[in-house]
């Protein structure tokens, strides 16, 4: 059990001793976790303090100076605060810069629907040339941003506040563009990414034992997608549902309902935050709250 | 290089700024016009533009007031960046020099346009040159209607914290935005006073006047803290007709405006 944010910190880092590594904050660096990179490199540590969109244009100029530049606030405060900074200076530009914010979705918890960012994938996604990432656990978050090292570009990386199971090994592999396939059932599909992995996985055990045999997708690369396993599973499988810590307007949902379109019309059933702000609450009853359950998964397939 | 070469080059400079917004009937002469003699001072007298061994330039620019591409296109065009016959497709369909600077472009490193955010971009430059030990400078110019963006002063105290001596910004002060007045619109006033109180070095000068800018860059070397220089300027300097009109922050000349005014600039 790790947060995907405390992986975060950890694989910074594991990649310290490199001298063009470079980490920004903006006065969050105890929660996003950048202070552990901090306590071991101060020098190369860069506290804006609260001053988001500030963030984003330091980072893209020492990116543009050939740092590899790791820059960090809450979700809500990047993707929402600073959107413009991102489009207009750091796409537009293609600066090989990684924005990695942490405190995404209702998982923030207590802190309210102020703080619980339901839009940022939207947000990311419709930046052209953008690339947005959400890994679901410790291991996934380590390979993820190691791949982001060897891949030119502005990248949006989505990390979460809480403590996540662990789904995967040493051996598993990520690629941007990629995905991973849990299981090859025919019932149904289930497409995750992020904390919603986890749940998709229980909701398929739980399946199995009433005989209902579905596969989980972990759709991490949500830009780009996968869009030839999200065609091959709406042919191969009967049901399709997703489910997201993310409003289904512009999440993965929505992004999943476009290919589905264009390649393979057929029914998608999407879970996630119903066009509405998020509550505060232990994270695990927000959830419950908004039905990011692997109960409700399961119900899905009842209602067939 | 002498002073009057310098001048004739930004009257060429300007010459190309009229040709350019009068062919794509469309951009912002004013601005441009405002500022010349500042990028020519830069990049014909005062910048290093070699590239160290890591392939990044010595010293080097971001035009935050990215409205006045019209002139730096011109200026990198003159220095060999941009071919001089390609200013003439500025802003046009098949063209590759936008209406606002884009790094696609050659030599330009940061696209910029949308306003208040090339001095964080600036920061972050001469932050990179800091933590490697690396000489050079990293210039900034900004517009005096521009500091109302409340990220201005984000970085302003960004560079302030992490010393950077080795930013030279520029404020354009021609007290023209497109609404008016800027003591007007946002009572844009004590602007010295204001970069003093976020701990920079302040110095003002003529700028349109090329010798007194060299001489504000030169007083930026023994500095500490990081640099800006207000720049009085006018808006539309050396078109009559231009200058000190707010209405000519975002037109084209027509065909008429636009012989008077090379005739005025030969």
Known sequence: ?????????????????????????????????????????????????ISEADLVGTACGLALSGKTVFASTFAMFMAGRAFEQIRNTAVYSHVNVNLCATHAGVMVGEDGPTHQCVEDVALMNVIPTM???????????????????????????????????????????????????????????????GPTVSIALNAKKELEEKGVYVRVVDLYSIKPVDRDTIIKCAKETDKLVSIEDHSIIGGIGSIIS?????????????????????????WKEVYKYFGLTAENIVSKFKED | MEIEELNKIAKGIRRDIVEMVHEAKSGHPGGALSCTDILVALYHEKMNLGLDENGNRIDKFVLSKGHASAVYYAVLSSKGFIPHEDLKTFRKIDSYLEG??????????????????????????????????????????????????????????????YKLNNLVAFLDYNGLQIDGNIKDVKSVDKIHEKFEAF?????????????????????????????IIIAHTIKGKGVSFMENMVGWHGKAPNDEEYEKAISELS
């Not at chain 1, 947060?3 to 950890?10: D, F, I, L, V, W």
């Not at chain 1, 789904?167 to 598993?172: A, E, G, K, L, R």
């Not at chain 1, 019309?265 to 702000?277: A, C, Q, R, V, W």
């Open chain 1, 1 to 49: 059990m790790n947060s995907t944010r405390k992986a975060y910190g950890e694989f910074l880092v594991s990649i310290g001793d490199n001298k063009d590594v470079v980490v920004l904050d903006a006065d969050l660096a105890e929660a996003t976790k950048t202070n552990m990179f901090k306590k071991e490199y101060p020098q190369r540590h860069i506290d804006v303090g």
């Open chain 1, 131 to 193: 690339t947005v990432l959400s890994p679901a656990d410790d291991i996934s978050t380590k390979k993820i941003l190691f791949e982001c090292l060897h891949y030119e570009g502005p990248k949006y990386i989505r990390l979460g506040r809480s403590d996540v199971e662990d789904i995967y090994t040493q051996d598993s592999i990520f690629k941007i563009g990629g995905s991973n396939t849990f299981g090859d059932g025919t019932d149904g599909t289930i497409f995750a990414y």
């Open chain 1, 258 to 282: 476009n290919v589905l379109c264009e390649e393979y019309p057929k029914k998608l059933e999407k879970i996630g935050i119903n066009d509405t702000f998020g509550k505060s609450g232990n």
């Open chain 2, 100 to 161: 606002h600077p884009s790094n696609k472009i050659n030599g330009v490193d940061v696209s910029s346009g949308s306003l208040g955010q090339g001095l964080s971009v600036a920061n972050g430059m001469a932050l990179a040159k800091k933590i490697d030990n690396k000489e050079g400078v990293v210039y900034c110019l900004l517009g005096d209607g521009e500091i109302e963006e409340g990220q201005i002063w984000e970085a302003c105290m960004t560079a302030n914290k």
């Open chain 2, 199 to 227: 701990g920079w070095y302040v110095q003002e000068c003529d700028g349109n006047d090329i010798e007194q800018i060299c001489e504000a860059i030169d007083n930026t070397k023994n500095s500490t803290k990081p640099n």
